[in-house]
């Protein structure tokens, strides 16, 4: 959410900032709400102080026994506090209204983001490893010979319907051990604190990191109330809501294994096939909370942490900077890293890096008290897929098949694996 005070101070930079995200004006509207809220705030004050003074002059009145001026302040007083209460409903509705005003609106790019409409104007920052050079047509994941046994998509419809798969058997495993490989090598290598958290949230949860009120549709609600996290960065993010650290807790650093939930609302017709887009997924994320100096760095940190799983498995990637109008809403700069998929012959993304600045804070009233004892100031958060487990999975079988249907795996995962490296063509792990 944004800061009024800001949005006051400099109403022409906050509305060219938003333009960059191709969004119109709204600093006049904003300021509009918020003048009106504060001209009823004070006028409630300024009816409370009559009210006041004419409180302590009742007795006077009473005492002289002037008994017309006595019910005159009766009267007065009673007015007052009629009109007390209606400018402070008003106020209220004035506030709700400016809130959910802000609350609406997308996070301001930092001023080096390139500004862009979409995918296509993001800008690369570098790329690792050399796709593979294939004696043969590389197939898509779903097509392996050595993974139809073992990637039900036929029994998940039954199950759950479209967009869902059931995995089994030796897939199942390698699935898992890419997810166990992930936060070991995050917290022991990485020095990131694992954390398992709830896949079920309360409503300010999910406002607090900015899928609601604005992306309610992209998300699954219980009917008692609950949302199911699109992500961790839900519940790890919100472990500092309405909290204050101190300064030499910064920053602090989590990751955790879930399970994640989208509908998909948007992408209607888009990586139907095969397990790339799934209502159900599994997420290895990483969450750090630090002070405004901190951020920048550690989105750095951030960034070479998942581009580091990637390494380690031997897959190749390129890191770019998401334009302004390709950036998510509650980020001020984003990197994303994309693997390569043969099947496909392009690089998609697994992980998303982003910099919130004090963006989500100040939803969850997150806030540090510095080391010099100041006063409390907004945190500033970060997140980043670490990475997603399926679309790894996805990665790891395409760029180690071979022209027999077999899937040489990355050696890395060999401890996860009881020492198998390789996944036979009738999908046996050897």
Not at 213 to 225: A, C, I, L, N
């Amino acid at each position: 959410m944004h800061d009024i005070r800001a949005i006051r101070e400099n109403p022409d930079a906050f509305d060219a900032a938003l333009a960059r995200r191709g969004l119109a004006p709204v600093a006049a509207q904003i300021l509009a709400i918020d003048a009106a809220r504060r001209e009823k705030i004070l006028a409630a004050e300024t009816a409370q102080a009559e009210q006041n003074k004419a409180s302590k002059e009742i007795g006077k009145a009473k005492a002289s026994g002037d008994e017309a001026e006595f019910q005159r302040l009766r009267a007065l007083v009673a007015d007052k506090k009629a009109e007390i209460a209606a400018l402070n409903e008003a106020a209220k509705a004035e506030d709700a209204r400016l809130q959910d005003m802000l609350m609406g609106l997308p996070n301001l790019p930092l001023d080096d983001i390139p500004d862009g409409e979409d995918e296509a104007d993001n800008v690369e920052l570098h790329r690792r490893g050399t796709p593979r050079a294939f004696a043969f047509d590389p197939k898509e994941h779903y097509d392996l010979p050595a993974v139809q046994a073992g990637m039900d998509f036929q029994t998940a419809a039954k199950l759950a319907g479209s967009r869902f798969v059931v995995l089994k058997g030796a897939v199942a495993r390698i699935h898992r051990a890419l997810a166990q490989f992930m936060l070991d090598t995050h917290t022991t290598d990485n020095g990131l604190t694992e954390v398992n958290a709830p896949v079920l949230v309360r409503e300010e949860a999910m406002y607090g990191t900015g899928q609601l009120p604005k992306f309610g549709q992209d998300s699954y609600q219980t009917r008692e109330g609950w949302w199911l996290i699109p992500t961790s960065e839900v519940t790890l993010t919100n472990t500092v809501s309405e909290t204050i650290l101190d300064a030499a807790e910064l920053p602090r650093r989590m990751t955790a294994h879930s399970l994640c939930f989208r509908s998909e609302a948007g992408s209607a017709g888009r990586d139907t096939a095969g397990m790339l887009r799934q209502h159900q997924f599994e997420k290895v994320e990483m969450v750090s909370i630090t002070t405004p100096d901190q951020g920048r760095d550690e989105l750095e940190r951030m960034t070479k942490c998942a581009e580091g799983i990637l390494e380690r498995l031997g897959l190749p990637y390129r890191t770019v900077v998401l334009c302004t109008g390709d950036m998510g809403f509650g980020a001020r700069r984003t990197h994303d890293i994309e693997v390569w998929l043969p099947g496909q012959n392009t690089y998609r993304e697994i992980s998303s890096v982003s910099l919130c600045g004090d963006f989500q804070a100040r939803r969850m009233n997150a806030r540090y008290r510095p080391a010099d004892g100041g006063k409390p100031e907004y945190v500033h958060t970060l997140n980043g897929s670490g990475l997603a487990v399926g679309r790894c999975l996805i990665a790891v079988l395409e760029n180690g098949q071979e022209e027999d249907g077999s899937v040489n795996l990355p050696p890395a995962l060999a401890p996860w694996l009881g020492g198998k490296t390789r996944l036979g063509a009738d999908g046996v792990l050897v």
